[in-house]
């Protein structure tokens, strides 16, 4: 029971490498700088997969929101029309504007192509050492409906009722991705958390499609965990998670904390899986306006980012290499940039990435 | 600390009005001593290792000769002890003793008709609108984050915790979130007045007003205006996600939190998992007139049931801290420096400190070592 063409999508893509020894085909990436130092970042990513010969071949679009036909605003046609033909993108920190009347960017992105999982595989990097070591795990987040609904209103005057949305549907095919990439990628056990012993009805009904997705992957372990139990858990012994899936607002909480257990959101990989077989990879760091420009922003997190990208579209030799050579310059600790601990520039950080992605070859 | 109401605007009154849960922390809230100086409090065991810690209690008590006697009551859904009855025995008993102690009642994932389970219809009936929770570092243990100190003080009453959910059509589900403008006030005031009883410095509000504009923007609002009537106390606000962050990276930087009912479920465990586990951090919970004593972070750990491994430490220096509420000062410090010098000595520790000993072994190594 296969359920959305992203499934296939995998299989599709490894057709596209032909057998060993030819040039892989180029595929197209449709590229989303962002905002502040989203350029930069975005350029640096760009000259490391060109050392590593990847075969990728970027479109650079700009997103910011336009008011379409009918008075909806949208992201440009041009930037869309890209992504609907490449299918993968890349994506920078985008500026959420306060009062410019129209939604955030990240919500627009996530409306137009119906981005309903949100992916963030965790691991410790050997070369920045926090309290919590060898964390290895991957959160995957409902990203559509839940508590992020969106829908409020005030009842009288000083009551105000939030409602979170859980329906059988979205529920059904989260649970399906979870653990489809649990499979793709050798992860052993799928671990639903969810809070069904207080909302009843809204998680017992997620919970009760995860069970029944499990029963068609009987070769994967699955455990349920509240999500009080996680978080205890998991700032005791994250080594005991696997793979997590969860509704909207756990997910947020989770994934967030998770980062912070491997280094924070500048060293964080992100993406997005739509549902037609659209997939969006960015960093989930902000613009940090402050550095624009000067040559001093880190762009591991948006690398990380990249390097799962490749894994999704099948590259996963230059996935390998790629990361290899990110992880081995952190760990020498000779250039790093300064939210790193180290005193280099960004254009540095970089260049020791490409020199070491050509030595692996 | 104590408003002048010029007559005001009519949440001024209702501010007012609170003062008196604050004024209540420093007096004693207990009935008026018995002729034999005993104080009654009521004891809820509840499920899973409930009992056993329970027992812990009792024995130490015993051993100290602590002036307090234990009404029990067993409420269990799981065990198909709960009824209404039941329930209204144990709130008559509380409205003679005003103070309990209790373990936590599981609530079984299926549900007969209500879908609010007794735990929450106990917090309920009772208004304890109050979830205090002290996170401090066990001299003598040492996890990756030592020296913490903080205190987390949770909405109990609404919130996510609405048990207010329908299926609008079969797979459509839709569960209310609650916030309200005199809870949120409450409880923000509560912990402002807190951190002043206590001598902290900073208050800082938990939200996701980004995304709930509405609901927790209420919350946002109520905390920022109580605040002002704290120029003493500094006040900021972190929305959920980051908190968890920096949480595990830098937990130093928060002294007191406030938020909702969720994300105090979350963060309780969280920072409880910061310094040993569910087995080492106290709470309480309070109301206007009603002060109640259990774990920090509330699991019934049913897998332990039998096999004396719970670690009875959280339930002892919640017990501890009933004594203090109770103003038996001298039997207060007694149980919990007893507590904290076996930890610190570090021969006799359960397993989830990283020991071998079992909960009856601690708990004598506890007794032998309250004051001689």
Same mark, same amino acid.
């Given at each position: ?39 930069? !970042? ?12 990847? @075969? ?12 379409? @036909? ?20 890349? *994506? ?19 409306? %137009? ?9 965790? !691991? ?14 991957? %959160? ?14 005030? !009842? ?7 409602? *979170? ?8 095919? !989260? ?15 799928? %671990? ?29 372990? =699955? ?17 005991? =998670? ?81 990361? *290899? ?8 600790? *000779? ?27 | ?32 001593? &018995? ?88 917090? &309920? ?21 030592? /020296? ?37 006030? &409450? ?13 902290? /410095?900073?208050?800082? +509000? ?15 609002? #109520? ?19 980051? #908190? ?5 990276? /830098? ?46 972070? &509330? ?11 719970? /670690? ?7 017990? +501890? ?52």
């Amino acid at each position: 029971m296969q359920q959305g063409e992203h499934v296939n999508l995998k299989e599709s893509n490894s057709a596209n490498i032909s057998s060993i020894g030819e040039i892989p085909a180029m595929q197209t990436v449709t590229l989303i700088p962002g905002d502040g130092i989203g350029p930069e !970042i975005s350029s640096a990513v760009v000259k490391i997969f060109q050392a590593a010969n990847a @075969p990728v071949s970027w479109e650079e679009r700009n997103v910011t929101a336009i008011k379409g @036909p009918g008075g909806r605003w949208m992201i440009p046609p041009d930037a869309k029309e890209s992504m609907d033909r490449s299918k993968i993108g890349l *994506k920078g920190p985008l500026k959420t504007p306060i009062a410019a009347g129209h939604p955030s960017m990240n919500l627009l992105l996530r409306k %137009t192509f119906d981005l309903y999982a949100n992916v963030r595989p965790c !691991i410790s990097i050997e070369g920045y050492k926090t309290p919590y070591t060898d964390v290895d795990l991957v %959160t995957i987040r409902e990203n559509t409906e839940g508590e992020y609904s969106g829908i409020e209103h005030q !009842i009288v005057d000083g009551v105000v009722q939030s409602i *979170k949305l859980i329906t059988e549907n979205a529920s059904r095919r !989260i649970a399906e991705y979870a653990f489809e990439y649990a499979r793709n990628n050798q992860r052993s056990s799928v %671990t639903a958390v969810h809070k069904a012993n207080i909302m009843r009805m809204s998680d017992g009904l997620f919970l009760r499609k995860c069970r029944e997705v499990a029963e068609s992957y009987k070769d994967i372990k =699955f455990t349920e965990m509240y999500l009080d139990t996680v978080c205890l858990n998991m700032v005791q012994d994250p080594t005991q =998670f696997d793979v997590l899936v969860m509704p909207n607002l756990y997910g947020d909480i989770l994934s967030d904390l998770c980062a912070g257990l491997i280094g924070g959101l500048g060293v964080t990989p992100s993406g997005n899986i739509g549902a037609n077989g659209v997939a969006i990879f960015e960093s989930v760091h902000g613009t940090a306006p402050d550095i624009a420009g000067l040559d001093l922003a880190n762009p591991t997190a948006l690398l990380l980012s990249g390097v799962m990208m490749l894994r999704h579209m099948g590259l996963h030799d230059h996935a390998h290499k790629i990361q *290899k050579a990110c992880f081995d310059t952190i760990r020498e600790k *000779k250039v790093l940039t300064k939210d790193l601990g180290g005193n280099s520039k960004c254009s540095e950080f970089t260049a020791d990435i490409c020199r070491r992605v050509q030595d692996l070859d | 600390m104590y408003i002048v109401s010029l007559g005001g605007p009519k949440w001024w009154q209702q501010a007012s009005r609170s003062v008196s849960i604050s004024a209540s922390l420093s007096r004693v809230e207990s009935p008026p001593a &018995r002729a034999d100086a005993t104080f009654k409090v009521t004891m809820l065991p509840g499920d899973g290792v409930g009992p056993e810690l329970m027992t812990a209690v009792k024995d130490v008590f015993k051993a100290g000769d602590v002036p307090v006697e234990f009404d029990e009551f067993h409420l269990s859904e799981v065990q198909n002890m709960a009824s209404e009855d039941k329930l209204e025995e144990l709130l008559s008993s509380m409205k003679n003793n005003k103070v309990a102690i209790k373990g936590k009642i599981h609530t079984p994932m299926e549900f007969k008709g209500e879908l609010a389970s007794y735990e929450m219809r106990l917090r &309920r009936k009772l208004d304890l609108f109050a979830n205090v929770v002290h996170v401090n570092s066990l001299p003598g243990y040492s996890t990756r984050h030592n /020296n913490l100190d903080l205190v987390i003080i949770r909405e109990q009453t609404e919130g996510e915790y609405s048990s207010l959910e329908h299926e609008s059509v079969p797979g459509v589900i839709e569960c209310l979130k609650i916030i309200t403008r005199a809870k949120s006030r &409450r409880i923000a005031k509560f912990a402002f007045d807190y951190a002043t009883k206590k001598g902290r /410095n900073k208050v800082t +509000a938990v939200h996701k007003a980004n995304i709930m504009k509405l609901g927790d923007g209420l919350f946002l609002q #109520c905390c920022a205006e109580v605040a002002q009537l704290y120029p003493k106390i500094k006040y900021e606000n972190i929305i959920i996600d980051n #908190c968890c962050m920096q949480l595990v990276q /830098n937990p130093y930087q928060f002294d007191v939190l406030v938020m909702p009912n969720l994300y105090g479920n979350i963060i309780d465990n969280l920072a409880a998992g910061l310094v040993g586990g569910a087995g080492v951090v106290p709470g309480e919970s309070y109301s206007a007139e009603y002060a109640v004593f259990e774990t920090g972070a &509330r699991h019934p750990f049913a897998q332990a049931v039998g096999r004396n491994i719970a /670690n009875p430490t959280a339930m002892l220096l919640s017990a +501890a801290n009933m004594l203090r509420h109770l103003n038996l000062e001298y039997h207060s410090h007694m149980v919990s420096d007893a507590v904290k010098r076996v930890i610190k000595q570090g021969k006799v520790r359960t397993g989830d400190l990283g020991g071998y000993a079992t909960s009856d072994e601690f708990t004598q190594a506890v007794i032998a070592n309250l004051a001689v």
